[in-house]
């Protein structure tokens, strides 16, 4: 550790609905214990963003206190490859308040707590945000869940906190990573010529939060369900009455039964609706490098599924207004959601092309595609986007998280998620016996020599000689 550091005001806005009872907050308390001579604030937002939305003057404080501050902690546990909603929802107030301008300058650095599943998809977005509001970004750390019981992980969390508030000290620039988004204007406008394809009575759901001012997006919709003859049912979570967002209470571990069962229309809309559709489509308006923080409502309170697939199987779109080029960390977001999802996500149109030609015709082709696909029932392999987060979810609920997700350990027992290597005995039997083999110096000579890559390609020759 470096040399003294004076006392400082370090705000730490918290981005988990849990409030302080959040596993978040025990890191922030561990940073408090240990640097006792700073004042710590926390300003629970994702707690209290009914309330920070309608009063304004509770907003006016939250300003102040940023305003007063000499470091921002942005602290958060990850929600469905972001922040939560409400969280969210808070970073769109800031610019629907014009309130830029009292975090320009200000001394920043990521906080969060998950099991690694798409971490840095949220820390990525998170770093463009700040970049966004000109702050000074330090770094982000991404905290396991449970890295507060080991001394190794405290050890680093304390090398991060004291490399935060010497930053301050010496008001080191930052190292900006994500530029500024350029927003397009083109105005789509389809054709009149059109020739509806046959949809072979497949079931299409538009699912979209579109409002009047979204003028290209309802246009894409339009030319979308035009094509599909008219047969296309579209829903507006606007119309959708959800009471909230996912309140982190875990309440659905058990059998999958939400908090809200009963109380809204979501979870019935969700099960009855958009499980039965053979093509779903979601349609949305980039705001901010995210959709708005209604579609990440719908995506959080879409885990009363925990961490079961509920789409598998079906073809997903996405119509997109808004520049999706400039932003590779929603595009892999989209992507991972739909491998996890264990869904064929078909492809994504997007407005910001230089014609509104090239727009009708990508627009026909997803739709063709979406029911060619939908007919072979078509589900392309995953990549290491839904390998790799399949295994991560895998690990942690045969693990740590069998309690509570008692939902999820009966359903990947049954699926056979549980694919651990350990079980693989005939692997484990060659990998032995090739194993001793090669410990004798001419075997292994001959074995890494010539043997390799012919017997590598072996099996496969047998197996296209009998197709």
């Given at each position: 550790?470096?040399?003294?550091?004076?006392?400082?005001?370090?705000?730490?806005?918290?981005?988990?609905?849990?409030?302080?009872?959040?596993?978040?907050?025990?890191?922030?308390?561990?940073?408090?214990?240990?640097?006792?001579?700073?004042?710590?604030?926390?300003?629970?937002?994702?707690?209290?963003?009914?309330?920070?939305?309608?009063?304004?003057?509770?907003?006016?404080?939250?300003?102040?206190?940023?305003?007063?501050?000499?470091?921002?902690?942005?602290?958060?546990?990850?929600?469905?490859?972001?922040?939560?909603?409400?969280y969210k929802r808070f970073i769109e107030l800031i610019t629907e308040r014009a309130a830029e301008d009292i975090f320009q300058g200000k001394h920043t650095?990521?906080?969060?707590?998950?099991?690694?599943?798409?971490?840095?998809?949220?820390?990525?977005?998170?770093?463009?945000?700040?970049?966004?509001?000109?702050?000074?970004?330090?770094?982000?750390?991404?905290?396991?869940?449970?890295?507060?019981?080991?001394?190794?992980?405290?050890?680093?969390?304390?090398?991060?906190?004291?490399?935060?508030?010497?930053?301050?000290?010496?008001?080191?620039?930052?190292?900006?990573?994500?530029?500024?988004?350029?927003?397009?204007?083109?105005?789509?406008?389809?054709?009149?010529?059109?020739?509806?394809?046959?949809?072979?009575?497949?079931?299409?759901?538009?699912?979209?939060?579109?409002?009047?001012?979204?003028?290209?997006?309802?246009?894409?919709?339009?030319?979308?369900?035009?094509?599909?003859?008219?047969?296309?049912?579209?829903?507006?979570?606007?119309?959708?009455?959800?009471?909230?967002?996912?309140?982190?209470?875990?309440?659905?571990?058990?059998?999958n039964t939400c908090i809200y069962s009963g109380k809204d229309e979501f979870i019935d809309f969700y099960n009855s609706k958009l499980k039965s559709a053979?093509?779903?489509?979601?349609?949305?308006?980039?705001?901010?490098?995210?959709?708005?923080?209604?579609?990440?409502?719908?995506?959080?309170?879409?885990?009363?599924?925990?961490?079961?697939?509920?789409?598998?199987?079906?073809?997903?779109?996405?119509?997109?207004?808004?520049?999706?080029?400039?932003?590779?960390?929603?595009?892999?977001?989209?992507?991972?959601?739909?491998?996890?999802?264990?869904?064929?996500?078909?492809?994504?149109?997007?407005?910001?092309?230089?014609?509104?030609?090239?727009?009708?015709?990508?627009?026909?082709?997803?739709?063709?595609?979406?029911?060619?696909?939908?007919?072979?029932?078509?589900?392309?392999?995953?990549?290491?986007?839904?390998?790799?987060?399949?295994?991560?979810?895998?690990?942690?609920?045969?693990?740590?998280?069998?309690?509570?997700?008692?939902?999820?350990?009966?359903?990947?027992?049954?699926?056979?998620?549980?694919?651990?290597?350990?079980?693989?005995?005939?692997?484990?039997?060659?990998?032995?016996?090739?194993?001793?083999?090669?410990?004798?110096?001419?075997?292994?000579?001959?074995?890494?020599?010539?043997?390799?890559?012919?017997?590598?390609?072996?099996?496969?020759?047998?197996?296209?000689?009998?197709?």
């Amino acid at each position: 550790m470096k040399g003294m550091i004076g006392i400082m005001k370090i705000l730490v806005l918290n981005g988990s609905p849990k409030g302080d009872t959040s596993v978040t907050m025990q890191y922030v308390a561990f940073m408090q214990k240990k640097f006792p001579q700073h004042d710590f604030k926390i300003v629970n937002i994702a707690q209290q963003i009914k309330k920070i939305e309608s009063d304004e003057h509770l907003f006016g404080e939250i300003a102040g206190e940023i305003k007063s501050a000499d470091g921002v902690i942005w602290a958060f546990p990850l929600y469905v490859f972001l922040v939560h909603s409400n969280y969210k929802r808070f970073i769109e107030l800031i610019t629907e308040r014009a309130a830029e301008d009292i975090f320009q300058g200000k001394h920043t650095a990521l906080l969060s707590t998950s099991i690694h599943f798409y971490d840095h998809t949220a820390h990525n977005y998170m770093h463009g945000i700040c970049d966004d509001l000109n702050m000074k970004f330090y770094a982000s750390y991404s905290a396991g869940m449970h890295d507060l019981f080991k001394e190794e992980e405290r050890g680093k969390l304390l090398q991060f906190s004291q490399g935060f508030f010497e930053s301050i000290t010496r008001d080191a620039p930052a190292i900006k990573e994500y530029p500024a988004i350029i927003e397009q204007s083109l105005e789509y406008v389809p054709r009149t010529d059109l020739v509806p394809l046959n949809t072979h009575g497949r079931k299409v759901i538009v699912l979209t939060d579109s409002k009047e001012d979204n003028i290209n997006l309802k246009k894409m919709i339009g030319r979308f369900g035009e094509l599909m003859g008219g047969q296309v049912e579209v829903y507006n979570l606007h119309s959708l009455d959800i009471k909230g967002s996912c309140l982190g209470c875990i309440h659905c571990g058990y059998d999958n039964t939400c908090i809200y069962s009963g109380k809204d229309e979501f979870i019935d809309f969700y099960n009855s609706k958009l499980k039965s559709a053979d093509i779903l489509v979601f349609a949305g308006a980039i705001r901010d490098r995210y959709l708005s923080s209604l579609w990440k409502t719908f995506f959080d309170r879409g885990f009363f599924n925990t961490h079961t697939p509920s789409f598998s199987g079906l073809q997903v779109a996405f119509l997109i207004s808004g520049p999706l080029s400039q932003l590779p960390n929603l595009r892999q977001i989209i992507e991972g959601y739909t491998e996890w999802q264990q869904a064929n996500l078909v492809g994504i149109v997007t407005d910001e092309h230089p014609n509104s030609a090239e727009i009708d015709g990508m627009l026909r082709e997803l739709a063709q595609r979406s029911i060619d696909y939908s007919s072979l029932r078509y589900v392309k392999p995953p990549t290491f986007l839904g390998v790799g987060g399949t295994k991560v979810f895998r690990d942690d609920i045969w693990g740590p998280l069998r309690f509570p997700f008692r939902a999820d350990h009966r359903f990947y027992k049954s699926n056979g998620t549980y694919d651990f290597p350990q079980k693989d005995y005939s692997s484990r039997m060659r990998n032995y016996s090739l194993g001793l083999l090669v410990k004798v110096p001419f075997i292994r000579k001959r074995v890494y020599g010539k043997l390799m890559i012919p017997k590598m390609v072996e099996p496969f020759k047998k197996l296209l000689a009998k197709i």
